[in-house]
């Protein structure tokens, strides 16, 4: 057993860390002993993240952080099996300081910082990117198994004002009792590219004896679905499909289910040369007059011979995606600015 961690010197509050490794005569004292002594555990006493080239070589790792003064006791009782651990991480440690979101902004140089990793922040970043880590954020291991099912939703469908109740059951099937840190991710599966693959919602801790089941209950709002749209100054969540995820780590989900959500809220519109078809045909108010416009166009795909449904389904994309400065070389520019003029009336209404 090697007690192994951040001393002060490379670990406190007041200055920032330049590297995650831990001191270099710890790694090497673990790789060493790995070479008589194959079953190794490491117990860490740390405040934040660590590198662990050798990881994958020891028999385990017990993470204690800075327990205070009864880290001990609870140490040995951990050790020996007379707790079961039930701890997760709340954070991410990934294999390098290199994979940090933050790694080509910070420190800035000495008189800004640019925070250019925005909401992609911890888990949010890894899973969004795909990067490998050594241990995911909400991850634990612990001496008993615990097996996921029977999710069910109040509803499948959702509008501003409900609340969904997620309800599912959580089996010990080990031999020992524990604690399994349950938790409730969302998935925006609307199609918004500056979101997060999927984002923490709700947990809970449920304490288990072997062989026992319970049911686990939670609660969804509006506001768990949403982003902070800065042209409302308000929490908004556009109409859509959602996920719901159950898992017991960011990277190890067990259980999902849809639901399809609803709002009455609309994005304020002011239009101009640069904004798309799709933003158009998507609001209420001027979907009329887009649709009208682009009809010709509609008809001559619908009866294109030969093309493929896939091919089809691109062109629309791709007319969704376009401008109205697309439209100057269709139609003189007077007209254009006509029809823009037109459209923010509409929206004035």
Same mark, same amino acid.
């Given at each position: 057993m090697i007690f192994a961690g951040l001393p002060e010197i490379f670990e406190s509050e007041g200055y920032d860390r330049t590297s995650m490794k831990l001191p270099q005569c710890q790694d090497r004292l673990i790789e060493e002993v790995l070479k008589v002594q194959p079953n190794v555990v490491v117990v860490l006493h740390n405040g934040s993240p660590v590198e662990l080239p050798w990881a994958d070589k020891v028999s385990a790792i017990l993470e204690m952080y800075l327990g205070g003064q009864g880290v001990g006791e609870a140490c040995d009782r951990l050790l020996y099996g007379e707790a079961n651990p039930s701890g997760r991480l709340a954070e991410t440690f990934p294999y390098r300081l290199e994979d940090n979101p933050s790694y080509l902004h910070f420190?800035?140089?000495?008189?800004?910082?640019?925070?250019?990793?925005?909401? #992609?922040?911890?888990?949010?970043?890894?899973?969004? =990117?795909?990067?490998?880590?050594? *241990?995911?954020?909400?991850?634990?291991?612990? *001496?008993?198994? #615990?097996? *996921?099912?029977?999710?069910?939703?109040?509803?499948?469908?959702?509008?501003? +004002?409900?609340?969904?109740?997620?309800? #599912? =059951?959580? =089996?010990?099937?080990?031999?020992?009792?524990?604690?399994?840190?349950?938790?409730? *991710?969302?998935?925006?599966?609307?199609?918004?590219?500056?979101?997060?693959?999927? +984002?923490?919602?709700? #947990?809970?801790?449920?304490?288990?004896?072997?062989? +026992?089941?319970?049911?686990?209950s939670m609660e969804i709002s509006a506001r768990d679905l949403s982003y902070y749209e800065e042209r409302l100054g308000d929490w908004y969540a556009p109409s859509g499909t959602y996920r719901i995820l159950i898992g017991h780590a960011s990277d190890d989900v067990r259980l999902h289910a849809d639901i399809i959500f609803e709002t009455q809220k609309e994005l304020p519109l002011c239009v101009d040369f640069t904004t798309t078809f799709g933003e158009l045909l998507d609001h209420t108010k001027t979907a009329p007059v887009i649709t009208e416009l682009l009809a010709p166009l509609a008809a001559a795909a619908a009866s294109a011979e030969g093309m493929s449904d896939e091919y089809k389904k691109l062109g629309e994309q791709v007319i969704r995606e376009m401008p109205l400065k697309f439209l100057l070389g269709q139609m003189p520019g007077e007209q254009v600015e006509q029809l823009i003029g037109q459209l923010n009336c509409l929206l004035a209404q």
């Open positions: 420190p800035g140089n000495g008189k800004r910082v640019l925070y250019g990793e925005d909401i #992609f922040v911890g888990y949010r970043y890894y899973d969004t =990117k795909k990067v490998p880590v050594r *241990y995911a954020f909400g991850h634990g291991l612990s *001496y008993t198994e #615990f097996a *996921y099912g029977d999710l069910n939703l109040s509803s499948a469908q959702m509008t501003d +004002e409900d609340i969904l109740t997620v309800s #599912f =059951k959580v =089996k010990n099937t080990g031999k020992t009792e524990g604690k399994e840190v349950v938790q409730l *991710y969302v998935a925006d599966l609307c199609g918004i590219s500056e979101r997060p693959v999927k +984002e923490l919602k709700g #947990f809970a801790k449920v304490h288990l004896l072997p062989g +026992e089941e319970k049911t686990v």
